[in-house]
């Protein structure tokens, strides 16, 4: 069996953007306020409320450029927020549509072809969870069935290493 966690944007993405740092496309990120839901925080993972400021900004969830790194609108709150943590657990965004889609990535950030499947929110853990049991997959991305957008990526938990008896 593979453990999974739900994992947001790192810390050190969202501050770059927070402390006047550009996007994907080497832009700053526009300004807005969110008028309900439908504005998903990439670093908490929750929705940002009616009335917040938030940035809008490219995003792209890998670590270089290559034909398989899509890069996305996202959103963050503009004021700095706490970084999901409860990473065993669904995160509250993914609880705002009716599905998502689900895709594997291998160790190259390669797309695996035939993994990607719109999936209802209460199959992401257990699709999530078949897709890195196999060897070929990486990580996992969570994106909006209707637009694409990354969402949040699902890792396997590595289980602590056994001490040798005796020792």
Excluded at 16 to 41: F, I, K, M, Q
Excluded at 64 to 88: D, I, M, S, W
Aim: proline share 8%.
């Amino acid at each position: 069996m593979t453990v999974i966690r739900f994992v947001a944007m790192p810390t050190t993405d969202a501050e770059h953007l927070w402390n006047g740092g550009s996007d994907a496309y080497d832009r700053l990120p526009e300004t807005t306020v969110s008028d309900g839901p439908g504005h998903p925080c990439r670093h908490c993972l929750e929705n940002i409320d009616a009335g917040e400021a938030l940035l809008v900004f490219a995003y792209r969830p890998f670590p270089e450029l290559q034909p398989y790194a899509e890069t996305g609108p996202v959103f963050l709150h503009k004021q700095p927020c706490a970084r999901y943590v409860a990473e065993e657990i669904m995160p509250p965004v993914l609880t705002t549509s009716r599905d998502f889609i689900v895709r594997g990535y291998n160790e190259n950030d390669r797309i695996v072809y035939g993994t990607g499947a719109v999936t209802a929110i209460g199959d992401i853990p257990a699709y999530g969870e078949e897709l890195l049991g196999r060897s070929d997959i990486a990580y996992v991305h969570v994106r909006s069935a209707r637009n694409n957008c990354f969402q949040c990526r699902i890792d396997k938990v590595k289980a602590p290493a056994l001490a040798e008896a005796g020792a």
